[in-house]
């Protein structure tokens, strides 16, 4: 028992080390949020439309498809480097992008898609930031992949690239898709 | 390790001191309302800081948005649930006591307990060893003779 | 060229800590005398190698050698030079240079002042010393090389964080570095009597200085990190909980722990294996806050990019330098038998209680520290430890601990008349409930935490100050016999009555800041002014200044109380040179009652500026009580008892009049 008890410091220190062995593999990142939102119906969302004279935007319209749902703004500059990749979503994988512009200008959105193009299948402009916390991103770009049924599937924090699209959306998608 | 280098980690993440003015509540019970509040939610890109004390753009617009909550008639633990709904216990200073969180909670004093019942029964065993006395060298003997006569001289 | 001798000498180190890890240790174990007597060249050589490579990357720095790549990713040619040298330890590869340096300077300091050590003990203590040096120079020139150029070399530099452009954020890191480093030499005493299977007085007594060394180094290291917290961040906060505080202040706790328990296996000849426990854990806080800072396990990797061989290495180096010695602990610590019968109600009594608590408060801050982390990895779970975890689980520890330490100093050893002390300590109850009332009244309905750390602050403050008081009987009519025996008591008795006196004002302090502290924010232009507690902040004007490498836009407060002007207040809003991001600097104006603090932030483009002002009671009482601390740490190292040839083995019986 006595004995027992000096080996306790040492078995405490290796369930310590145990546990940062874990902690260090390199495919964690520790700053990652997880979204408490996976799994749960994506919030409703009733936003002006972005392009001037366009409807509003409101995802029940899209009930039945899969989409994603992309945050942007013009001041963000991952956001103009995943922009090839949002296209790439749709034309590879059949999934339409909704474009969500947020804390931006919604003149400057509008200039930064005309100079980079337009990949959204629709766009809104959620200019005081709300329907973004709704979402709970901690900043842009984000995306998240919303089911038949309204229910987020996965999200994507930071910029779409090709490695986050064919490693961590594509089998999204297709488990969505079953 | 300095500190230096989580500055150097989190510098531009926002470890810089909330400055923005957001419209304020007229009503200042509320607005105190919402300062607190804000004291207690933490800063989801910032290292150990409340979005009260954050100038990152998110914090900026949660201060807001927990205003405008608060404006509507919404209670404390309504804001904290739409929060936690959305970015998980994360955002919470003080973790909530629940499954994920008993051993947090329940740690130090388990451990206080733990400790405090080895420190009783080391008292216990070594209150019933036997004293074991040497005697004292010449030198030690002389310092003990010392000293009595400094206290009689003190008295 | 120079750097490539700097990057030569730590090779030339590491061969010297090898020749010193290995030689004096066969010697110690085969009784070969001029193996074990290797130890001593070897320590100081490895010292001199460092602190020559050391000198280099510092030279490197104060030239703007843009060659070298951390002096471009850390330095700037129209950096002030006070931060250009400090810029040597403001990165990753220079840090782990200047921990190697103090690891070295210890050795060296052992080697030289242990003449009266005995010889095996010596050995092993040098040779375990010189492993760890080992991890860490291999840790160095595999993974974080100093001295790694660029080619060719750019024309100038990133810059030093702006923040970390601040007179206590130079001396910060070598400070903490000193204290957290300084306990790897108790640690190597620990193994070596654990090697040598024999912990007694004379143990304690040869560990304590350097105990009591490290102690203060670190105490003050904290301080200056938490002091430079209040200055530079601009939000008026001088603790966080933050991972990496945290990180420095485990060590500490336990370190205290240990410096307590030392004393009972010096007074009573028990408590040995806890003892030399505490010894191996206080540097595994150390290893481990490293690990924890340098590894990117726990800080965001937003903007750290780590090379995840550097985690893996330091976790290997944590495993080996704690598991090894651990393992070494579970044989022979249950060998090590203390005698003598052990009275609870007694000095060492107390003292035990003292570990207990300080021991579960360090346990405490680490389950804070790591549960994020373990949360995440064993359910995926995420989890926030911030203030009021601690609020509700440290301060229940801390305030027993803060009564006890008014009452402990007033036992005998063996046997305590708990009675007697309390009786003697019936002033500072008095007091102690007096201030707790003041803070009941002066803030009502408010939460606990002022009155309980009040009472807690005055009650250590005033019995310390008895305790001080009857030990040199300062009542007595005869001020020749109060000088008599004020000339008698020992300077370690002082430095006791001064670091509890410390810690008592710095409480009062935490409290008065914590519980106290208001601020205001609003957009002013200039000439309206902010009110707080009473106090008006007029902004004057707001003017464009040059720094050395930086410009700034500087307020001009004009704080008044009523209607006589005070105090002038300048704050800042700074752009260095390359590093995009501005930085505040705050205007303090501090008393002994209360600071007033302001900082200016964003124009609002309307002529208006955002300002926020903080009135924090007391917190100026934090960092006095700390030097006081430190003061008393410092006087205790100056007792006779501890000076070269005291200690002798079979001698060290003469006791204190503690």
């Known amino acids: 028992m006595r004995r027992l008890l000096f080996l306790l410091p040492i078995l405490i220190v290796a369930a310590l080390v145990a546990a940062f062995w874990r902690g260090l593999d390199p495919a964690r990142d520790p700053s990652a949020l997880p979204s408490a939102l996976v799994g749960k119906a994506a919030p409703a969302v009733d936003l002006p439309g972005l392009a001037e004279g366009a409807p509003r935007l409101n995802l029940a319209a899209f009930k039945g498809k899969l989409i994603a749902v992309n945050f942007f703004a013009s001041w963000c500059l991952p956001c103009r480097a995943e922009h090839p990749f949002l296209k790439q979503l749709t034309a590879e994988f059949g999934v339409p992008v909704i474009g969500i512009a947020w804390k931006d200008k919604p003149a400057a959105s509008r200039a930064f898609l005309a100079e980079l193009g337009d990949p959204y299948a629709a766009t809104g402009a959620d200019e005081n930031g709300r329907t973004g916390i709704d979402f709970g991103i901690t900043g842009v770009p984000e995306t998240f992949l919303v089911d038949q049924n309204g229910i987020v599937r996965y999200r994507l924090a930071g910029p779409v690239t090709p490695d986050g699209l064919q490693n961590a959306l594509a089998p999204a998608i297709t488990e969505a898709r079953k | ?155 | 060229m120079i750097p490539e001798l700097g990057h030569y000498a730590l090779v030339l180190a590491l061969v010297m800590a090898l020749a010193q890890a290995s030689l004096p240790m066969i010697g110690a174990a085969r009784g070969i005398r001029p193996w074990m007597q290797l130890a001593k060249p070897a320590a100081l050589a490895q010292f001199a190698f460092v602190a020559f490579a050391f000198l280099a990357l510092m030279n490197a720095f104060a030239t703007s050698d843009f060659s070298v790549a951390i002096v471009t990713q850390h330095s700037h040619s129209q950096q002030p030079l006070i931060y250009k040298l400090s810029g040597t330890w403001g990165n990753h590869e220079g840090s782990l240079l200047l921990w190697v340096l103090i690891l070295t300077i210890f050795g060296g300091l052992v080697a030289l002042f242990g003449e009266n050590l005995p010889p095996r003990l010596k050995a092993r203590t040098l040779a375990i010393q010189a492993m760890i040096s080992i991890g860490f120079l291999l840790f160095m020139l595999l993974t974080s090389n100093p001295f790694a150029r660029l080619d060719p070399a750019p024309l100038e530099g990133e810059e030093l964080n702006p923040l970390l452009q601040d007179p206590g954020l130079a001396m910060h890191p070598p400070m903490l570095y000193l204290g957290y480093v300084g306990f790897s030499i108790v640690f190597s005493f620990a193994v070596a009597a654990l090697i040598d299977g024999k912990v007694d007085a004379a143990w304690a007594r040869w560990v304590r200085p350097w105990c009591l060394l490290s102690w203060t180094f670190l105490t003050g290291g904290i301080v200056l990190g938490s002091w430079w917290a209040y200055n530079e961040l601009g939000w008026g906060g001088w603790w966080f909980w933050d991972p990496v505080e945290n990180a420095s202040f485990m060590p500490w706790l336990i370190g205290t722990a240990l410096l307590h328990s030392a004393l009972v296996v010096e007074k009573r000849d028990a408590l040995k294996s806890w003892t030399i426990l505490l010894s191996i854990l206080t540097f595994g806080f150390s290893l481990l806050g490293t690990f924890l800072v340098r590894s990117g396990i726990i800080t965001s990797v937003h903007a750290f990019a780590q090379d995840p061989t550097r985690g893996v290495f330091i976790l290997a180096l944590l495993t080996i330098a704690i598991g090894a010695p651990l393992t070494l602990y579970a044989l022979r610590a249950p060998t090590l038998r203390g005698g003598g019968l052990f009275a609870p109600l007694s000095r060492e009594g107390a003292l035990v209680m003292n570990n207990l608590l300080l021991a579960t408060m360090a346990a405490t801050v680490l389950l804070g520290t790591l549960y994020p982390l373990l949360l995440d990895l064993t359910t995926g779970g995420t989890v926030s430890v911030g203030m009021p975890f601690y609020a509700a689980t440290f301060i229940p520890l801390a305030l027993p601990l803060l009564l006890l330490m008014a009452i402990g100093p007033f036992l005998g050893w063996k046997r305590g008349d708990v009675k007697g002390a309390l009786q003697r300590l019936i002033a500072a109850a008095i007091a102690a409930l007096g201030a707790a009332i003041i803070a009941i009244w002066m803030k009502t309905g408010g939460s606990l935490l002022a009155p309980l750390g009040l009472f807690a602050g005055v009650w250590l403050l005033v019995g310390t100050a008895i305790e001080f008081m009857e030990r040199v009987r300062l009542f007595d009519r005869s001020a020749a016999r109060i000088l008599t025996r004020m000339r008698h008591t020992p300077r370690a008795a002082y430095g006791m009555s001064l670091a509890h006196f410390g810690l008592a004002i710095a409480v009062i302090g935490m409290t008065g800041a914590a519980a106290w502290k208001t601020e205001n924010i609003k957009v002013l232009r200039p000439g309206e002014s902010l009110s707080l507690q009473g106090y008006e902040f007029k902004l004057d004007k707001v003017g464009g200044v040059r720094g050395e490498n930086y410009l700034a836009d500087q307020a001009h407060f004009i704080v008044s109380s009523g209607g006589n002007v005070i105090a002038n207040l300048y704050p800042e809003r700074r752009q260095y040179l390359v590093q995009p991001m501005p930085t505040t600097e705050a205007a303090i104006r501090s008393t002994p009652l209360a600071d007033l603090y302001a900082v200016i932030g964003e124009p609002d483009g309307k002529g208006g500026w955002t300002v926020r002002i903080y009135h924090e009671p007391l917190v100026s009482w934090i960092w006095f009580g700390a030097l006081i601390m430190v003061a008393g740490g410092l006087t205790s190292l100056s007792d006779r008892r501890y000076r070269v040839g005291a200690p002798v083995r079979a001698g060290a019986t003469q006791t204190a009049k503690a």
């Open chain 2, 1 to 155: 390790m300095s500190r230096a280098f989580v500055m150097l980690a989190v510098l531009w993440l926002g470890m810089m001191p909330a400055l923005a003015q957001e419209a304020q509540l007229s009503d200042p019970t509320l607005e105190q309302r919402a300062r607190d509040l804000s004291r207690e939610i933490r800063c989801v890109v910032c290292q150990s800081q409340s979005v009260a004390d954050s100038d990152a753009d998110i914090a900026r617009e949660m201060r807001t948005m927990i205003r405008e909550q608060i404006a509507a008639g919404k209670s404390d633990a309504d804001i904290r649930d739409y929060l936690v709904a959305r970015y998980g216990d994360f955002v919470l200073f003080d973790p909530p006591f629940k499954a994920s969180t008993y051993a947090l909670w329940i740690g130090p004093f388990a451990v206080l307990v733990i400790a405090g019942t080895g420190v009783v029964l080391y008292f216990r065993r070594r209150a019933q060893e036997p004293v074991r006395t040497r005697a004292l060298n010449a030198e030690e003997q002389d310092r003990v003779a010392q000293l009595l006569r400094e206290k009689e001289d003190g008295a």
